[in-house]
């Protein structure tokens, strides 16, 4: 992903690994984009489901060359929010 201006893109990957957007904010930037993905997961949340949720962020940062950052993990409504960053401009 060379940049966050097309937000079909986007939606396209995550969803493609899963995690369906239900929201993109800031994506504007082209080298940042605030997501919220739902999580199709039952209550409660496992190790095993999470190693599996980090698993497929990881293979999604390589594949497309983004750093991403987990804000937050909401249960009650199934929600993950995280930030994507361009390769270019993310941070080690």
Not at 39 to 46: D, F, G, V
Request: no cysteine; charged share 35%.
């Amino acid at each position: 992903m060379k940049s966050t201006y097309d937000p079909e893109i986007i939606y396209d990957v995550f969803d493609r690994h899963g995690f369906p957007v239900l929201r993109i904010d800031r994506f504007d930037r082209g080298n940042y984009a605030e997501l919220r993905t739902a999580l199709n997961y039952k209550e409660p949340i496992t190790p095993e489901d999470l190693f599996e949720i980090t698993n497929r962020l990881k293979i999604i940062q390589k594949n497309e060359e983004i750093s991403i950052r987990i804000v937050n993990i909401d249960l009650i409504h199934k929600t993950m929010r995280i930030n994507i960053h361009t390769r270019k401009d993310s941070k080690p």
